[in-house]
T-cell receptor
Framework: QKEVEQNSGPLSVPEGAIASLNCTYSDRGSQSFFWYRQYSGKSPELIMFIYSNGDKEDGRFTAQLNKASQYVSLLIRDSQPSDSATYLCAVRQQGGATNKLIFGTGTLLAVQP | EPEVTQTPSHQVTQMGQEVILRCVPISNHLYFYWYRQILGQKVEFLVSFYNNEISEKSEIFDDQFSVERPDGSNFTLKIRSTKLEDSAMYFC?????????FGPGTRLTVL
């Protein structure tokens, strides 16, 4: 069973701090890695994706990928209360034309004002 | 900015009834998906659709489920005879080159 694992949290950080969210995956053949934000009762909203080892930055967000360790993370700089949500890690697996996503259970982030 | 839309936002039905959930994907996308999320659980893949046919389906997507693209814009998920355990949020997604964008979801409640 191909799995994506996340700590469910909650991860509590003060406003202005860096929030670090982590994800591990079991399928070594996974190709692309996505971070979604999901507010309670809402749909997943794409933040960013990464497919090469290293860091990728987009505004206050940085995704980090280490394929050897099968580990992907999301850093949120200058965290704001509006960042409080569940962050979903999703993995696209190798092979097939469908590019379906396998999701983790998500990490609940709480940014304290 | 283009977005995926879904109707209805909330559907309440009796066990054993048929429901049809509707989605309008982003217009130039070619790959379409249905996912579901039972309350408090992870988002789960149901089915993918490309070139007017199913390209992959999960174990959840049994004979009670079907998908269709009846015209150039709509993409539907039909559940023939709903069960209590079908109660969930159902999300439609469409994909361009890489990213999958999700619609707002339909909350299905089976009584």
């Amino acid at each position: 069973q191909k799995e994506v694992e996340q700590n469910s949290g909650p991860l509590s950080v003060p406003e202005g701090a860096i929030a670090s969210l982590n994800c591990t995956y079991s399928d070594r053949g996974s190709q692309s890695f996505f971070w979604y934000r999901q507010y309670s009762g809402k749909s997943p909203e794409l933040i960013m994706f990464i497919y090469s080892n290293g860091d990728k930055e987009d505004g206050r967000f940085t995704a980090q990928l280490n394929k050897a360790s099968q580990y992907v993370s999301l850093l949120i700089r200058d965290s704001q209360p509006s960042d409080s949500a569940t962050y979903l890690c999703a993995v696209r697996q190798q092979g097939g034309a469908t590019n379906k996503l396998i999701f983790g259970t998500g990490t609940l982030l709480a940014v304290q004002p | 900015e283009p977005e995926v839309t879904q109707t209805p936002s909330h559907q309440v039905t009796q066990m054993g009834q048929e429901v049809i959930l509707r989605c309008v994907p982003i217009s130039n996308h070619l790959y379409f998906y249905w996912y579901r999320q039972i309350l408090g659980q992870k988002v789960e893949f149901l089915v993918s659709f490309y070139n007017n046919e199913i390209s992959e389906k999960s174990e959840i997507f049994d004979d009670q489920f079907s998908v269709e693209r009846p015209d150039g814009s709509n993409f539907t998920l039909k559940i023939r005879s709903t069960k209590l355990e079908d109660s969930a949020m159902y999300f439609c997604a469409s994909r361009g080159e890489v990213e999958q964008f999700f619609g707002p979801g339909t909350r299905l409640t089976v009584l």
